[in-house]
T-cell receptor, first 111, second 111 residues
Framework: EAQVTQNPRYLITVTGKKLTVTCSQN?????MSWYRQDPGLGLRQIYY???????DKGDVPEGYKVSRKEKRNFPLILESPSPNQTSLYFC??????????FGEGSRLTVL | GQNIDQPTEMTATEGAIVQINCTYQ??????LFWYQQHAGEAPTFLSY????GLEEKGRFSSFLSRSKGYSYLLLKELQMKDSASYLC????????????FGKGTSLLVTP
């Protein structure tokens, strides 16, 4: 089954404790992206990647890092999480010109 | 950058027709997408327009006018399960084919 898988789905952590949200897709998509979704602000892009070893900043990259060492994986790293990073995070992938396929989302709370 | 506007909320009656409008401004338009998102779930793809005109897909249709920077999503024969948020998204060549989303329109279908 074609899918985008994110982990963890739910996480409560404390300020400053490094965490990684993993994302994996099995559709051989070149394009992958991370979004955060907050009430009243909609989906905002954090980082995206056009292909392996190619990443670029989206609209809200501050406080986040990503890597794309393999085509299927695109982890989101929060080196020192802060409460303003409490949000619902979505990973997505596409073939480039096609539709975006979303993961189920990761709800992160930073205390 | 882009500016994507859509109404925040709409209410319609079961069995009726509703039109959700979206206006956008972008420098490198490369397609407009509509997604549906139920509360707490991932967005799911509804439709895609890259040329002017109407695309029909069952109870859902989407229209695009590139010269006016305007699209709408038309939902016919509304059902209670259509209560969801509807997201307009524009792909922009100038930002690496990133998909930028409007803030979404929350549709409530009433009996």
């Amino acid at each position: 089954e074609a899918q985008v898988t994110q982990n963890p789905r739910y996480l409560i952590t404390v300020t400053g404790k490094k965490l990684t949200v993993t994302c994996s897709q099995n559709m051989n998509h070149e394009y992958m992206s991370w979004y955060r979704q907050d009430p009243g602000l909609g989906l905002r892009q954090i980082y995206y990647s056009m292909n392996v070893e190619v990443t670029d900043k989206g609209d809200v990259p501050e406080g986040y890092k990503v890597s794309r060492k393999e085509k299927r994986n695109f982890p989101l790293i929060l080196e020192s999480p802060s409460p303003n990073q409490t949000s619902l995070y979505f990973c997505a992938s596409s073939s480039g010109t096609g539709e975006l396929f979303f993961g189920e989302g990761s709800r992160l709370t930073v205390l | 950058g882009q500016n994507i506007d859509q109404p925040t909320e709409m209410t319609a009656t079961e069995g009726a027709i509703v039109q959700i409008n979206c206006t956008y401004q972008t420098s490198g338009f490369n397609g407009l997408f509509w997604y549906q998102q139920h509360a707490g779930e991932a967005p799911t793809f509804l439709s895609y327009n890259v040329l002017d005109g109407l695309e029909e897909k069952g109870r859902f249709s989407s229209f695009l006018s590139r010269s006016k920077g305007y699209s709408y999503l038309l939902l016919k024969e509304l059902q209670m399960k259509d209560s969801a948020s509807y997201l307009c998204a524009v792909r922009d060549k100038s930002t690496g084919y990133a998909l930028n989303f409007g803030k979404g329109t929350s549709l409530l279908v009433t009996p």
